[in-house]
């Protein structure tokens, strides 16, 4: 059975020999050897080699006479093939030899059309590339004449169209590095030049001005009967016009139109007519700088940088010469300045595309107008010349049209100056009543100011106005300025009622600021004595009550009655009412200040020892004192009654405090009763004096109050009477009402300190051991009551 089955094994192995691939029968004949028939393998493939080998030879005898055949007929085809052979290489020679002509013409063919190709071609980017050449040249020749704007459009032309389409070349990449470089140097150039034409208009500004209201006078002095041209276009090219001229430059512009300065020259000898202000300025380089920074894409930056520079500008032309009040040729030539400034903006305004707006003018404007009326206000007030004044209002007046022509607005016209003779006429009054011998003096006097006084009047000659000359000297310069104002006003094409308001408030600035501030000058300044004073007082007193005839002198001139609605009121009364109470706390504060030189001339023997028998006599520095106040109150008869009895009262009031002090003064640290008793006789000569009723008007003992204070507190210590201080401390009765009880403390415990330190052998007399133990006592009980009373 196993032999049978390796019989099959091994000739299943024999046809896979036969049918497989001999690179994969390795794997087969390794079966083979690992069994252990390989042996009969062997020999069962002989048999098969030998069967196949019978195989082969018994095909190839059946083959042989077919083999033989065949190489016969190759054997003749040989013969054949070698005679085709020769006619080819024949044929091939007799057409080598023939083709040599043809292929030197072909050759030559080929030559041709290389050639014809290499012409296209170049003939191709000639084409691309001579456009490029002759626009660049055309660039050299347009910087070379300084046509910017145009030879940066060609620049862009150059850069976006021609370069692209003439290809790589050295010199375009040349051209294409430089392009950048041009543009800079034309931003540059046209900045540079923008730059001398703000410079130069800036020069030139009060020229400019100076045209343009000489245009404005020749427009007022018009025939009504001819058309008048709109004042915003005397002088002025059309917008059209200028326009044109705009476009005209940005294709190009002529060399005769690039100057740097900005300013034409225009022979005005020769002109029938006043040139226009705009027609001095050249204003291309602003033109050119716009268009250029427009295609750069740098429009706002050069639009920041204008109105920058406008700007600073205007704050410069704004700025008046320290001199200008001087003389009317300087008012004349600030505002040329400004009318040339806004000139120019005027213009760019309306002939540029945003370059400056409505709103920007605006602004710039009203910064001028408040610093021109500031401007005004301070120089004017300098002017003490009233045709000068007058020639001024003229100029504003001319100055307002022009500007009003050109679109800037003016409300009003500024007020008249006021006159500062105030001062000299202050610093020239000899502070006294101005005596009148006769009735004519008196007559001259009432008719410069509206003296009533029927009293006076009945008076007999000679006699004395209770007012110095300072009265009617400033109300005449009064009524002169209010003369002054209602000239002023003429040719300001206002009504009455425009022109009364405009005059009751100039009026009301020469009151309340010019002539207010020369009186509070007057009263503050030093070496003014009481009397002086005094005089001020009954000076601002009468100039108070002649306000109402001012009113009624301005109603009367401009026929506006004064009781009209919303009329402005004089402010008049409490200018002088302000004077008058600044002189009456000089008084004051010039009283005490006389009375602190009395006071320092007091010399107190603080341990002076107890007086014996008679009575002790006032100090000498007092007695000065009260003699002084004595003299000082006989010139307050004429002061208003409330005022000299404020004076009094303030002065004792000022001569007891001072006292007090110097009783309670910290560095005094002992005090006698010999001190107190001479300080007590001291307080009764200032008594004796408020009694005598100095000034006119106190009710009853109403000046003594003013030593209430002292009095009790001295009476309490000289009469030792402590037990009725702290019984009827606190009631409404109490005898010593005004005696505080910490001042007490202090008084009394310098008093201790006298009586520690005086008495070396007071521990050995009884009296004054006595004495002692009753200071401390009352002390304690001093200290109980303060506590008390502060719980």
Partial sequence: ?????????????????????????????????????????????????????????????????????????????????????????????????????????????????????????????????LPVLEMYSRLQEQMKAKRYYPALCTLEQLEQTCLPRAGQYRFCSIMAENIPKLRIQIRDTAMAQLRDFLESIRKHSDKIGETAIRQAQLQRSLDSSVSPQPRALIGRRSRREAAAGTESDGQGGSPSSEQDSGILDVDEEEEEEVPGAQDLVDFSPVYRCLHIYTVLGLRDVFENYYRKQRRKQARLVLQPHSNMHETLEGYRRYFNQIVGFFVVEDHVLHTTQGLVNRAYVEELWELALSKIIAALRTHSSYCDDPDLVLDLKNLIVLFADTLQGYGFPINQPEPPPEPPQNQQVLDQDNYSPIPVSTEDEFRHYTSQFPLQDPELEKLPFPKKLPFSEFVPKVYCQLKEFIYACLKYSEDLHLSSTEVDDMIRKSTNLLLTRTLSHCLQYGIKKKNVGLAELVQVIINTTHLEQSCHFLEEFISNITNIPPDTVNATKLYGTSTFKDARHAAEAEIYTSLNAKIDQFLQLADYDWMAAVQGGGALTASDYLIDLIAFLKSTFSVFTNLPGKVAQTACMSACKHISTSLMQLLLDPELRQISMGALQQLNADVQECEGFARAGPVAGFQGDTLLLAFSDLRQLLDLFTQWDWSTYLADYGKPTCKYLRVNPHTALALLEKMRETSRKNNVFAQFRKTDRDRQKLIDTVIKQLRNLITQHHA
């Fill in 1 to 129: 059975m196993a032999s049978v089955e390796t019989a099959a094994e091994h000739e299943r192995i024999l046809r896979e020999i036969e049918s497989t691939d001999t690179n994969c029968i390795g794997p087969t004949l390794r079966s083979v050897y690992d069994g252990q028939e390989h042996g009969l393998f062997m020999e069962k493939l002989d048999a098969r080699i030998r069967n196949h080998d019978r195989e082969i030879e018994k095909m190839c005898n059946h083959h042989f006479q077919g083999f033989v055949d065949s190489i016969t007929e190759l054997l003749k085809v040989r013969g054949e093939a070698q005679k085709l052979k020769n006619q080819v290489t024949e044929t091939n020679r007799r057409l080598q030899d023939d083709g040599k002509d043809l292929m030197s013409s072909m050759e030559e063919l080929k030559q041709c059309r290389v050639q014809q190709r290499n012409i296209a071609t170049t003939i191709d980017k000639l084409t691309h590339c």
